[in-house]
C-alpha cells in the first residue's frame, strides 16, 4: 500500500529490459548515437512536428532549463501558488536563471485561475525597470492536487501569455497521466494551444530517470544546448536515456501505465466514497487522490503500512476539515495493483 | 576497435542486470532508501572512514559542486591547463559557483606542477580584493593524458594547499584506472594524502550513469545537500544510481574493469611499440594511449573501422610531430576486448 | 510642489560644500584614505559600538550585498509584500545572491505582522532541501508608505528572527526619518533591537550619492568586502563619499534634515485633512503623506504644477476608494519649503 | 609627488564647481531629468552618431556590464593577460554574467597581439558545447601599462572579433589620455574602427565618479538599461554624475586635463631619462611611466615623500632588471604638477 509517492517505485519491467537490452556495445556519446537519434524522432512523430528534444537528469532541471531558456534580466515567470517549482524545487529555477523571479498566482486546486493570472501579469506589463519584467508561464498539467487543464484552460493561459509576448511552459512531471484523462493527443495539449517549451517526465510513470526539454522552437535548439552542459545536464552515456524512452514509447507502454495509474486513483477515490472514516476532497482527474479523515484514523492505517503523506490545504479547497482532521495525500503509479488499493479500501471501509 | 572514448560503452552486464534486480518494489526516494543507504554504507567502508556521498547526473556535475562547496566570493580554483575542468564543461564549475574563477596552472603530461601551483597560489594569497584570493586545487586522477599522480605527488600538491588553507579536490572520473594503476587503496590515494572532496566516477568504467561526490569532512554534508537539490542533482529514483554502485562495488567488480582497461591500454601501447607507422607519445599509465602518426595512416584506420581522436598536443610533450603528422588518443574499457586490440596491431604492424 | 520623491531633490547645500571643500589634494584610493576613515569612525561613535562600513553606490545595492551576506543555497528571505526590496528593485536582491528567494509576507500599511511572519517562516523551519530554508528577515524603516515601526514593532521581528537562527536586516533608505520620528538613538533603533545589518541611506535625505551597509558583527567585514568588490560597488575616489557623510554628520545635519521633511509632511497632512477634495489616507508618521482625491481633481493639481505620483492600495488599508478616485503618495524631503506646502494647501483647500 | 594612481587626486575644480552648480531645484530621477538629458545628447555629438549611454557607479560595473550585454551561455571573453578586466576586479565580469570565463591573451607591453587572438578565439569557434564559445574581445585603451593602440592596431582586433562575429569591448577607464596621444577623434577610436561598446572613464581623468557605458548600437539598449538596474547601478539622484559629465565636456575640459596628465608623464620620463638612478622601462604613451631601479633607492624616494608603486614585468618587456632592481609604475593625473615633477627629477637625478 505505498500511496507515498509515484517516484517510489522502481522501474517498469519493460524498461529494465530496454536498458539491458542496449547495455552492450558502443556507441557515440553526449547524444549523437544512433539510438537517441531515433528517440528524438519518435518525439517528432508523437508531438506531430518537428521538436528539439533534450535529455535531462530531474524534473527541477527540467523546469528551471525550460525557464531559463526564456530568461531575461528582471524576468517574473508566473506560476501557480502551490507548482512544484516554487514550493519543491529549493530555488533551482531561480538559480539556474542568476535571479529571475518566481511569480504565485492563485486558483482552485492547483489550477491558474486565467482572471488572476491576467492581473498579475498586467502589473508588470509596463518595461519598467524598477519593477522587473514578464518572462514566461508554467503551468503544471497534471496539477500538483491531482487536477487537470482542460484543453480550453490551456487555451485561455495561452491567450494572456501571447497577449504579454512571453512564452508558456508546461511542467509535465505527470504529462501522460494528464493526456490519457483528457483522451487527447499531446500535440492537442502542448504546441496547439499555445505551449511553447515542455517539461516531459517519464520517470514518475514507469522509468528510472527520462526526463526531457521538448522544445517546440527549435531555432533555439543552440542556445538550449550550451545552456544544458553549462549546467552539467548533458549525460555522456546518453543512450541510457534514450534506452528508457524507446521502451517508454513502444507499443503505447507509456500510455498504458498512465491509464493504470489513473484507473488505481479512480478505484481508490471510490473506495474512499464508501468509507466511514475517510471522504474524498475533491475527484481526482489523474493518479492523485486527496482524502480528509481523522490524524488518529491517519496513524492507525500507517502503522498497518499505508504509506501515504499529509498535504497543506490548497487555494479554492472549501471543504470543511476537523480540528482532528488532516488533509491526506494518496499517489498512485503504474506499480500500484488493484489488490493494495482494495486492501486499503477494506481497511477504511 | 572504438578507442574514441571509454563513454562509448554502454553498461556492463552486472550493471544492467542489477538495475533489473532492483527495478521492483517501492522504495523511499530522494536517496533515503535501504539500498541507498546501504551504498553509502560501502562508502564508507571502501574508504575506510566515515564519509558523505551526494550521486549525481554527470562529472560535470560533480567537479561543478565539489568546488562550489568550498565558493568564495572572488574565488580562484586552481587546475591543469588541460584538465577536463576548465577545457570541456562548458563553464559549469563558474556558473555553479556564480562566477569564480577557473586558474591554469602548468605541469607536464597532465599533472599540476608543484612548483607553478605554489606560484600561481601565492600571487593571490594576500586576501587583497581587487585581485581575487585562492578558493581550491584541482587535481585529475587518472588525468586527461593518461598519467597517474603518484601518491607522493598528490601529497605534495596538497601540502601547498594545505599551506595556503584551501581544499583539494580530485577530478576521479577515472579513479578507479589510477588506483589499480598504483596497487594502492582509495583510502591512501584520497584523505590520507590531504584530498578533502572527490568526484568519484563509475561511469567510464561500467556504469550506465553513476557518479558521486565523496567528501570527507561530513560536517559540510548539511550544505552540499542544499546546493545539490539546487543544482537540480537529486535523483527521485534515487536507488537507480544506487543499484549500479552496488552491482560496481560487488566482487570487486570495479577494480576488475578497470585492471581490464589498463591492461588493454598496456596492450595497445605494446602494438604501437611494435609498429612501423605509429609510435607511442608516452607511456599510457592508465587506460589512455597516446600515438603518433602521420594524418593518412590515421584516416586509413578510421576508414577501417577504427574509432579515436586527434588531441591537442600537451604541455611537456618535447616528442617530435611532424609536418604531416598528429597526435592521436586511444581510450580503452572494460568493454574493449584484447581480440579488438590485436586486430588495430595487426592493422598498423 | 515637488512630492513626487525625495530623491528629486538634489543636494543639501552643506553636502555639495562639503565635496567641494575635500576635492583637493591626493588621498589613498578605495576607501582607506584618511576622511573615510573618519567617517568610519564616526559611524562607531553614532552606532555607539564598532560596526563595519561599506559605502555603496545605490539603495538597491545596500539592500541586496546586505542580504547577500548572509547568503544560503536555498536561502529565503522574508520581506513586507510592497517593500521596496521586493517591488522596485528589479530582481536585484535575487541576482546578487545568485537566486535566493525573496518571500512576501502581508501586515498593515507596510509593516511586517509578526504573526504572519512567524507563520511563513516557521514553514521553511525543517531544514528540508525541497522547500528552500530560512535566510533573513528584511524590514523598512520607515516604511514604503510612510509608517514607522515603534522599538517594540522591531524587537518582535528580531525575536522571530533569533528564534529561527536567521539574522535581521533594516532596509534605511529612510532612516534617518523613522529615526527622529522615534525621538530615539541609532543604537536603540537597531542593534540593541537585534537586528544585524543595516542599509544606511543619506541620499533621499540630502546628499548626492551617500549609501552605507552598516553590518554590526564586523567578524564578517572580510568577507562583505569581497562581495563588495566583487558587485562592481567599491569606489576609487572613495572620498567622495566619505565627504558627502562628513557633511551630513556634522552639526547633526542628518537629524535636522529629516526633522524639516517630517515637518513638512506632517505640515502638508494638515493642509489635507482641512481639504474639501483630498483626504488623508492614514496619517504620516515620517516623510511620505497619503491621500485619496478624485482623479479629476489630481489632474488638475498636477496640471497646476505639483508633482506627485498615484500610488496602489496597500494592504491593512480599509478607508473608502471612491470609483473616481485614486490614492496619491506626496513625499517631502530637505528641499521642501513651507511655502510650497502651503501654496499646495490652497489649491486643495 | 603622488604617482600612485590618478585615482589619488580628488575632483578637479570645475567638476566640483559643477557639482554645486546643479545642486539645488528639483528633477527627474534614475536619469531621465533634462540636465542628464543633455548630457547624453552630448555624448552623441562627441561621437558623432547616436549611443546609448549609461551611467554606472565604477569602472569594474562598466567593464562587468558591458561584456554582460553580449552574455551567452558558455561565453569566453578574451582579454589581455595584464588587463585590469581579469587582474582587479575580483572576477566581477564572471559574477556578472553568471559565470562567463575571461580568457588572458597574451601580446607585448599591455596589447593584444592580433595572431595570439586570433588562435585563441579560433580555437573556441566550432560551437562546441563542451568548450564554450567566444563571446567577446576586449582591449583596454590606454593599456594598464600606458601604452596606446594604434587606429590600426583596434582594426586588426576588431577584424577578427568581427570575423569571428563577436562584439570588440574597448575599456576606456583612460579614455581621454589615449584619444589625446592618438591626436583622434572619439568616433575614430571607437565605432569606426569596430568597437560595439565602450567603458568610458571620467574619473580618473578629473571626476569625483563618472563612468559611463557608452553602447554604439542602440537597438540593445532596452536590455541593458534592465541588467543595470538588477545591478544596482541605476543611481537615483542621477544628475550628480550628469553634472560631472557636463563640466567635464565643457570648453574641452576633459582633453586639457588628459593632455596635462600626459604631457606631466612625458616630463617624467624625461627626468628619469637623465636620471642616474633609474631608467625608463619603455616609453610612456598617455599617462602612465615604467622605470626601472634599485629597491633601495625607491625606498628612499618613497621615505622622502613620493607615492609609487612597484609592479609586476609584464609579457613583452624585455629589458633587464637587476637582482637588487625593481620595476616600478608612475601615474600623473590632471591634479600633477610639473613642480612636483621636477622636484622628483631633482631627487633622482
Known amino acids: ?56 537528469a530531474t524534473g527541477t532541471a527540467a523546469n528551471s532549463l525550460s525557464l531559463t531558456a526564456y530568461n531575461k534580466p528582471g524576468g517574473i515567470s508566473f506560476c501557480h501558488r502551490e507548482s512544484h517549482v516554487i514550493e519543491d524545487e529549493c530555488g533551482a529555477p531561480e538559480y539556474f536563471s542568476g535571479g529571475s523571479r518566481l511569480h504565485a498566482v492563485d486558483g482552485a486546486l492547483g489550477k491558474i485561475d486565467p482572471h488572476n493570472l491576467e492581473k498579475a501579469v498586467g502589473r508588470f506589463a509596463g518595461e519598467v525597470v524598477h519593477w522587473g519584467r514578464p518572462m514566461a508561464v508554467t503551468i503544471t498539467q497534471s496539477t500538483e492536487v491531482g487536477t487537470v487543464y482542460g484543453l480550453d484552460d490551456i487555451q485561455a493561459i495561452s491567450d494572456i501569455a501571447r497577449h504579454h509576448k512571453v512564452p508558456l511552459h508546461m511542467d509535465g512531471a505527470r504529462f501522460a497521466n494528464a493526456l490519457v484523462a483528457l483522451d487527447t493527443t499531446p500535440a492537442e495539449m502542448t504546441w496547439k494551444r499555445g505551449v511553447d ?91 492523485e487522490v486527496f482524502a480528509v479523515m481523522k490524524k488518529a484514523e491517519a496513524d492507525r492505517l500507517q502503522a ?46
Chains 1, 2, 3, 4 share one sequence.
Open 1 to 56: 500500500m505505498f500511496f507515498a509517492s509515484d517516484n517510489w517505485a522502481g522501474a517498469h519491467p519493460s524498461i529494465a529490459a530496454g536498458l539491458s537490452a542496449h547495455a552492450g556495445g558502443f556507441s557515440t556519446a553526449y547524444g549523437d548515437g544512433a539510438l537517441d537519434q531515433a528517440v528524438y524522432q519518435r518525439f517528432n512523430e508523437i508531438f506531430e512536428r518537428e521538436v528539439a528534444v533534450f535529455f535531462v
Open 197 to 287: 517549451i515542455l517539461s516531459f517526465g517519464g520517470t514518475k510513470n514507469g522509468c528510472w530517470c527520462a526526463e526531457a526539454i521538448v522544445l517546440f522552437d527549435p531555432g533555439r535548439a543552440g542556445e538550449l544546448a550550451f545552456l544544458r552542459k553549462r549546467a552539467a545536464q548533458l549525460f555522456s552515456k546518453s543512450r541510457f536515456i534514450a534506452a528508457q524512452f524507446d521502451a517508454y514509447f513502444s507499443d503505447d507502454l507509456w500510455l498504458d501505465t498512465a491509464r493504470h495509474a489513473n484507473a488505481m486513483a479512480a478505484r481508490l477515490a471510490a473506495a474512499i466514497e464508501d468509507s466511514d472514516t475517510a471522504r474524498l476532497a475533491w475527484l481526482p482527474q489523474a493518479n
Open 304 to 349: 498497518a503500512g499505508a504509506a501515504f503523506y499529509d498535504w497543506h490545504k490548497p487555494h479554492g479547497f472549501d471543504g470543511h476539515i476537523g480540528g482532528d482532521e488532516l488533509l491526506y495525500r494518496f499517489v498512485t503509479s503504474f506499480a500500484t495493483t488493484s489488490g493494495e488499493v482494495d486492501r486499503f479500501g477494506q481497511m477504511i471501509a
